[in-house]
C-alpha cells in the first residue's frame, strides 16, 4: 500500500519568505508527527496531531512555524519568514490507531538562502 | 524526560562480521523501544520494537536487539554485516502507556560495511 507521502521533496526559499510544506499520512492512520532533522543531529519533535484533538505543539521551536490538519489525513507545516538556521530535513510521520511504530515520509529538504 | 543515546558517531566494521551499535536510553516507567535505519536521501524506515516479552527481539533485514533493563540498553546487532547495511541509524524510546507522545530518538549512528 502507499506510504507516507511528502512534497515538495526540495525546496530552496530566500530568507524571510513563507514556505509550506506537505504530508499525506497512511490513509487510516489516526495520529501524525512532524519532525526536523537537521546537519548531524537527531530528529526533533515539532508538533504532533490525533484524531480531532488539539494537537500538541509543544516542539515547535517559535511562533513562525504552525501546522494544521485538514479533514484528519493532509497535514500542512507552515514557516513564516523563514530563517537559515530554518535548513533542515523537515519529516512526517502517521501512526495507527492501537500500534506503537511510526511510518515515515521521505522528507522534505528545506534550504533558505 | 526522556532521553537516548548514542555513544558512537560512527561504526565501521567488515563485511561478514558481526555488529553492534549501541543505544542507552533514560525513561521515567518502562519504555517502549525501536530502530529506525535511514539510508541516504530516504525518510527512516522502522526496524524492529521493543514493546514487552522476549527481552531479544527481532526484526527486518536479519537485525535483533536486546532490550536489558538494568543497563537502559537496547543495543541493535547482527550476526553478519552486509555492504547494504550502511546507514544511518537511530534509536528512539517512548514511556509505556504514554498515550500518543512523540518518539524521543537519538544523534544516530552512521553504521560503515566495509567489503
Known amino acids: 500500500g502507499a506510504g507516507v507521502s511528502q512534497s515538495p521533496s526540495n525546496k530552496v526559499t530566500e530568507k524571510g519568505k513563507d514556505v509550506e510544506l506537505r504530508c499525506d499520512p497512511i490513509s487510516g492512520h489516526t495520529a501524525l508527527y512532524w519532525y526536523r532533522q537537521s546537519l548531524g543531529q537527531g530528529l526533533e519533535f515539532l508538533i504532533y496531531?490525533?484524531?480531532?484533538?488539539?494537537?500538541?505543539k509543544s516542539g515547535l521551536p517559535s511562533d513562525r512555524f504552525s501546522a494544521e490538519r485538514t479533514g484528519g489525513s493532509v497535514s500542512t507545516l507552515t514557516i513564516q519568514r523563514t530563517q537559515q538556521e530554518d535548513s533542515a530535513v523537515y519529516l512526517c510521520?502517521?501512526?495507527?490507531?492501537?500500534?506503537?511504530?511510526?511510518?515515515f515520509g521521505p522528507g522534505t529538504r528545506l534550504t533558505v538562502t | 524526560a526522556q532521553s537516548v543515546a548514542q555513544p558512537e558517531d560512527q561504526v565501521n566494521v567488515a563485511e561478514g562480521n558481526p555488529l553492534t551499535v549501541k543505544c542507552t536510553y533514560s525513561?521515567?516507567?518502562?519504555?517502549?523501544l525501536f530502530w529506525y535505519v535511514q539510508y541516504p536521501n530516504r525518510g527512516l524506515q522502522f526496524l524492529l520494537k521493543y514493546i514487552t516479552g522476549d527481552n531479544l527481539v527481532k526484526g527486518s533485514y536479519g537485525f535483533e536487539a536486546e532490550f536489558n533493563k538494568s543497563q537502559t540498553s537496547f543495543h541493535l546487532k547482527k550476526p553478519s554485516a552486509l555492504v547494504s547495511d550502511s546507514a544511518l541509524y537511530f534509536c528512539a524510546v517512548r514511556p509505556f502507556n504514554s498515550g500518543n507522545t512523540p518518539l524521543v530518538f537519538g544523534k544516530g549512528t552512521r553504521l560503515s560495511v566495509i567489503a
Open positions: 525513561v521515567s516507567g518502562n519504555p517502549y
Open positions: 510521520a502517521s501512526r495507527a490507531q492501537g500500534s506503537y511504530e511510526q511510518y
Open positions: 496531531f490525533q484524531g480531532n484533538s488539539a494537537p500538541d
